[in-house]
């Protein structure tokens, strides 16, 4: 039984060309999205249309030269790397908490500026996060010192604050100890601990229960706290079956508030209407499945879990964007994979998906007799 099930899951129908076009494609889908959705804000603020696209082209190029890179780069050597990794996250996460080095906006402490260039720490500790839980739980699943190790991340990140991209970071390690064998016991008992304290720390702070009322009464306030979910239901809205038309969007016209980053979907569902937006989220849909393809098919522990915490990475960021785009979450500031503005956040996905590419390179290769059967043992234990 276990030969047939290894023997169907070895042939792999994703090839690694047809998954790299797959992803350029994607990327300069998101650059056109951008460019539509932020030519007034762009105009209005800077005097040309193209000012947030053109910045963001800079990124695409330089993503695109980093995953087709990282096709070249063995799997191994992010194992043995590991560590360096998760220890540069650290010191990042600490850094940018440093007056003089983290640089303030609107009331957090997320950024760290290298001349012109913003950083934003933790977009590279999502990154840092599987890597280095990939390679520490491919060993042991040993519960306190995962838990050491994750609380210091995700604690780091609330510091600044930022709530959203911490839950982000838990949830994340979570999943990876789940799926790496851990203990589900403790690992249930400090969950619900955690769900318990997030709510006391959305409690505690005021603009945390701000947006939390905001969600459950969206009519609450609609020109102050509630004013950017109802413009985003009012594109959604507008959108009808098959939308505006593209470029002709009113809520981007000054209404709609962060249209090039979290509310690009909103942009996009207004002018292509639902058929847009499913078919946007079958690319989200086809992009997630070929990455689970990719992780079952591995014959060692390691390139499993870094390729199953990618998937669920990139998969946790699209459900919290698109789920507070229709309002069954809170607003959490959360971009969108691939499409919405954003330096970091888009390089952070790209050297991922570059990571699931040379994957996808290794797997496609002709496999010795010896690794079909490790194969074979590591699906029975999965």
């Known amino acids: 039984m276990t030969n047939r099930v290894s023997s169907r899951l070895t042939n792999i129908t994703i090839k690694p060309s047809h998954f790299a076009l797959f992803v350029i494609f994607f990327s300069l889908f998101g650059l056109l999205c951008i460019f539509d959705a932020s030519v007034a804000d762009s105009l209005q603020t800077f005097g040309v249309p193209w000012y947030y696209a053109s910045r963001h082209a800079i990124w695409v190029g330089l993503g ?43 009331g957090a402490q997320r950024w760290i500026l290298l001349g012109p260039v913003p950083i934003q720490p933790a977009e590279i500790a999502k990154l840092a996060v599987v890597i280095f839980f990939a390679s520490w739980l491919s060993r042991h699943q040993r519960f306190l010192p995962f838990l050491v190790f994750s609380s210091a991340l995700a604690g780091l990140v609330l510091l600044q604050p930022n709530m959203s991209n911490a839950v982000i970071i838990f949830l994340l390690a979570t999943s990876m100890y789940f799926l790496a064998g851990g203990n589900w016991k403790p690992l249930a008992t400090f969950m619900a601990f955690a769900s318990i304290l997030g709510l006391l720390l959305i409690a505690a702070v005021p603009y945390r229960r701000e947006r939390a009322m905001t969600f459950l009464d969206p009519t609450s306030d609609p020109l102050g706290s509630s004013y950017h979910i109802r413009q985003i239901t009012i594109a959604l809205g507008r959108g009808g079956l098959f939308g505006q038309g593209i470029g002709l969007s009113k809520q981007k016209q000054h209404y709609l508030p962060e249209t090039a980053n979290d509310s690009v979907f909103a942009v996009l569902a207004e002018e292509t209407g639902f058929v847009g937006s499913i078919m946007i989220i079958g690319l989200y849909m086809l992009l997630i499945k070929s990455g689970l393809s990719i992780a079952k098919v591995q014959d060692d522990k390691f390139k499993y879990l870094i390729a199953i915490g990618i998937t669920t990475w990139l998969t946790l960021q699209i459900m919290l964007n698109l789920s507070a785009m229709v309002a069954l979450v809170p607003l959490t500031g959360v971009p969108l994979p691939l499409l919405s503005y954003g330096g970091s956040a888009y390089l952070s996905n790209m050297i991922g998906l570059g990571i699931l590419y040379r994957l996808l390179i290794e797997t496609t290769k002709p496999k010795s007799r010896s690794s079909r059967g490790s194969r074979s043992k590591l699906i029975k234990r999965f």
């Open 64 to 106: 695109t030269f980093i995953f087709l890179i990282l096709g070249l780069i063995p799997i191994t050597s992010w194992q043995k790397t590991a560590k360096v990794i998760f220890l540069v996250a650290i010191i990042l996460l600490v850094a940018v908490l440093i007056p003089g080095v983290g640089t303030r906006l609107q």
